[in-house]
């Protein structure tokens, strides 16, 4: 059987430095920092009172308050990045065949905000269950894709996948596979987040996975820096249209990119931490590579998972020397996770876009708060603080997820 080809026609973004997808990019060419105080609610008591908001957004201006009522944040985001990217790529909803239309979602951590909601108020209410009605339908995940099926409309495959960080990551491979094998012409595949809450920041406190540097919160998220505590809280959506070539082709789309491979692994290690050796980002990477049929040395560009974890940086860096070997020093590498913070489930969505952006426009993004490189971190060009031009061919987009899930996307220019 032969595989079909798999394009993408379409982008949304919604994050804490742009409210759409060419605003996000032009953001993260100009460095833009997304850290700011918590506003969603009283972080004083916190370990982390800081976190990567969305800025100037106000959901009423894209949803009635029926709508806005009945969903929770993380199903609003996605929402507004996935009418961005249907509108993106020009389908024609009104003659497209819907059954062959499916929609794959990601997210971490789901309906959160409105767990927190939920249990704050049966607390304060002295245990007396008042419960919102929607309460159970808000938090599940799967209604994340199941909203959006009946918003738009589409018929095709509609579920959502979870892998801590790695989810939307998951998503997109999924999506692929599915238009790949010929079961549809076109997914709407990405990842949502909405986990700026008491219990999101709470319980990753209490797990030491946040930085704590409210002294100077705003170099907080400083991947492969020296001091870098741990990640920094981001939030929204990003969507994706994977369409398959010929049908992108016969209907004149604007082609953006093409995914050229995916690699899917796991550590089998540990619930947190990434194998000491990078094993499973190994295979993920050297897989991607296989499923592309290119070698290492075709690869101009890497979007890391780059956390500004301690460890996680470090081996996510022998991994790909691993991987690439001498070709490295040809490389460009960044975090744009530096500048939007970590949007867990959505991550590898809106850095599958900055790739997706990089090889348009033959620029890659900086890493910003590159204070000082951590001497465990490879003397590699990290774009520290000032995007690099370079012609790229081939960008790979890195998401690991706790859990010991590895995600890698290489995308191909067309």
């Given at each position: 059987?032969?595989?079909?080809?798999?394009?993408?026609?379409?982008?949304?973004?919604?994050?804490?430095?742009?409210?759409?997808?060419?605003?996000?990019?032009?953001?993260?060419?100009?460095?833009?920092?997304?850290?700011?105080?918590?506003?969603?609610?009283?972080?004083?008591?916190?370990?982390?009172?800081?976190?990567?908001?969305?800025?100037?957004?106000?959901?009423?201006?894209?949803?009635?308050?029926?709508?806005?009522?009945?969903?929770?944040?993380?199903?609003?985001?996605?929402?507004?990045?996935?009418?961005?990217?249907?509108?993106?790529?020009?389908?024609?909803?009104?003659?497209?065949?819907?059954?062959?239309?499916?929609?794959?979602?990601?997210?971490?951590?789901?309906?959160?905000?409105?767990?927190?909601?939920?249990?704050?108020?049966?607390?304060?209410?002295?245990?007396?269950?008042?419960?919102?009605?929607?309460?159970?339908?808000?938090?599940?995940?799967?209604?994340?894709?199941?909203?959006?099926?009946?918003?738009?409309?589409?018929?095709?495959?509609?579920?959502?996948?979870?892998?801590?960080?790695?989810?939307?990551?998951?998503?997109?491979?999924?999506?692929?596979?599915?238009?790949?094998?010929?079961?549809?012409?076109?997914?709407l595949s990405g990842g949502t987040e909405a986990g700026?809450?008491?219990?999101?920041?709470?319980?990753?406190?209490?797990?030491?996975?946040?930085?704590?540097?409210?002294?100077?919160?705003?170099?907080?998220?400083?991947?492969?820096?020296?001091?870098?505590?741990?990640?920094?809280?981001?939030?929204?959506?990003?969507?994706?249209?994977?369409?398959?070539?010929?049908?992108?082709?016969?209907?004149?789309?604007?082609?953006?990119?093409?995914?050229?491979?995916?690699?899917?692994?796991?550590?089998?290690?540990?619930?947190?931490?990434?194998?000491?050796?990078?094993?499973?980002?190994?295979?993920?990477?050297?897989?991607?590579?296989?499923?592309?049929?290119?070698?290492?040395?075709?690869?101009?560009?890497?979007?890391?998972?780059?956390?500004?974890?301690?460890?996680?940086?470090?081996?996510?860096?022998?991994?790909?020397?691993?991987?690439?070997?001498?070709?490295?020093?040809?490389?460009?590498?960044?975090?744009?996770?530096?500048?939007?913070?970590?949007?867990?489930?959505?991550?590898?969505?809106?850095?599958?876009?900055?790739?997706?952006?990089?090889?348009?426009?033959?620029?890659?993004?900086?890493?910003?708060?590159?204070?000082?490189?951590?001497?465990?971190?490879?003397?590699?060009?990290?774009?520290?603080?000032?995007?690099?031009?370079?012609?790229?061919?081939?960008?790979?987009?890195?998401?690991?997820?706790?859990?010991?899930?590895?995600?890698?996307?290489?995308?191909?220019?067309?």
């Amino acid at each position: 059987m032969e595989l079909k080809r798999v394009v993408i026609t379409g982008l949304g973004a919604l994050t804490p430095i742009g409210n759409n997808a060419p605003d996000f990019w032009d953001a993260l060419l100009k460095g833009k920092n997304g850290v700011g105080l918590i506003t969603h609610f009283d972080a004083s008591e916190y370990k982390t009172k800081f976190a990567c908001e969305l800025k100037d957004f106000d959901i009423t201006k894209y949803l009635d308050s029926k709508e806005v009522h009945r969903l929770d944040r993380c199903s609003q985001h996605a929402y507004i990045a996935a009418k961005e990217a249907l509108a993106d790529s020009q389908i024609d909803l009104t003659t497209a065949n819907k059954d062959r239309i499916g929609i794959i979602m990601g997210t971490g951590i789901g309906g959160i905000t409105t767990a927190a909601e939920g249990i704050i108020d049966f607390a304060q209410n002295n245990l007396v269950p008042h419960f919102n009605p929607f309460f159970i339908l808000k938090a599940l995940s799967n209604m994340v894709s199941g909203n959006l099926s009946i918003m738009f409309d589409l018929r095709g495959p509609n579920y959502t996948t979870s892998a801590a960080c790695a989810s939307a990551a998951v998503a997109i491979a999924d999506a692929y596979h599915y238009i790949q094998l010929g079961k549809v012409d076109v997914m709407l595949s990405g990842g949502t987040e909405a986990g700026i809450c008491e219990l999101g920041i709470g319980g990753f406190n209490a797990m030491r996975a946040l930085s704590t540097r409210n002294d100077d919160y705003l170099t907080a998220s400083r991947p492969f820096s020296i001091g870098r505590d741990g990640f920094v809280m981001g939030e929204g959506a990003g969507a994706l249209i994977l369409e398959e070539y010929e049908h992108a082709k016969a209907r004149n789309a604007h082609i953006y990119a093409e995914i050229a491979g995916i690699g899917i692994s796991s550590d089998a290690y540990h619930i947190t931490a990434p194998h000491p050796d990078g094993r499973g980002a190994i295979t993920a990477m050297q897989n991607a590579l296989d499923d592309a049929h290119i070698p290492p040395n075709m690869v101009d560009h890497i979007n890391t998972h780059g956390t500004s974890t301690q460890q996680g940086d470090v081996t996510e860096c022998k991994a790909i020397a691993e991987v690439f070997g001498a070709h490295t020093q040809e490389m460009l590498f960044n975090s744009t996770k530096s500048m939007t913070g970590h949007l867990l489930g959505a991550a590898a969505a809106i850095e599958s876009i900055a790739c997706i952006f990089a090889i348009n426009h033959g620029i890659v993004p900086p890493t910003i708060n590159m204070v000082e490189k951590d001497p465990a971190i490879p003397d590699w060009n990290f774009c520290s603080n000032q995007a690099v031009k370079k012609d790229i061919q081939f960008a790979l987009n890195n998401s690991f997820g706790f859990g010991g899930h590895n995600i890698s996307i290489l995308f191909k220019k067309i």
